[in-house]
């Protein structure tokens, strides 16, 4: 029997694999941000999109200096995910409050989040208005991975998939 979803019909795309957002500010003040709604979107130049309420920060950071990095977190970093994905860095400096460590990115100014398992460097390459989101497309400058999780695909690595609400699980090949 089917039932009708009443509330968050997008949930049956979730599981979605978690993300943390690094931006800066003109000032070269960093914001870390938890995502779920992130996906690649071209090969050729190569894409990634990622879904952002309007009033987030790090939406007006990307905005203003136009690059992000996607750092793919690892289990041993689920408190970091959960407290950036509940408090703006319009409140408060989520970088200093929560001792997270970061470091100089390859590519860009931004700085990307020290231990995490991989790490996609962007340019904004185009945004659009999708309803009360901007979908940012940025292009890849660089990606890099852990070596011991990735064989030109993941290996049953300790990365974080989202389920909705306060619920997280991993994946494992089958
Ligand atoms: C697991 C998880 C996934 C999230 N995914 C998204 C997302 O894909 N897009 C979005 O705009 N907000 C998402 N959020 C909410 C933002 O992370 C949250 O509102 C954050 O405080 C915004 O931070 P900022 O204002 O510093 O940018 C998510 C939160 C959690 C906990």
Known sequence: ?????????YRLLHPKL????????EKGNPNVCTVAWIMPVSIEPPLITVALQKKHKTTDNIIKTKEFIANIPKENQLEIVKKCGS??????????E?????????RIETPKISGSAGYI??????????????LFNGK????????????EMWINPPILYHFGKDVYGRVNRI
Do not use: Q
């Not at 029997?1 to 019909?9: T, V």
């Not at 978690?18 to 500010?25: F, G, K, M, N, P």
């Not at 408090?87 to 200093?96: F, H, L, P, Q």
């Not at 929560?98 to 390859?106: F, L, M, Q, W």
């Open 140 to 151: 890849i400058l660089i990606a890099e991975v852990e070596d011991e999780y990735f064989e």
């Open 18 to 25: 978690v993300a943390l957002i690094t931006s800066r500010d």
């Open 87 to 96: 408090k703006s860095g319009w409140e408060i400096d989520k970088i200093k």
């Open 121 to 134: 460097e962007c340019e904004l390459y185009s945004y659009f208005e999708a309803g009360d989101h901007y």
């Open 98 to 106: 929560y001792s997270i460590k970061t470091e100089g990115a390859k």
């Open 1 to 9: 029997m089917l039932k009708k979803l009443e509330k968050y019909p």
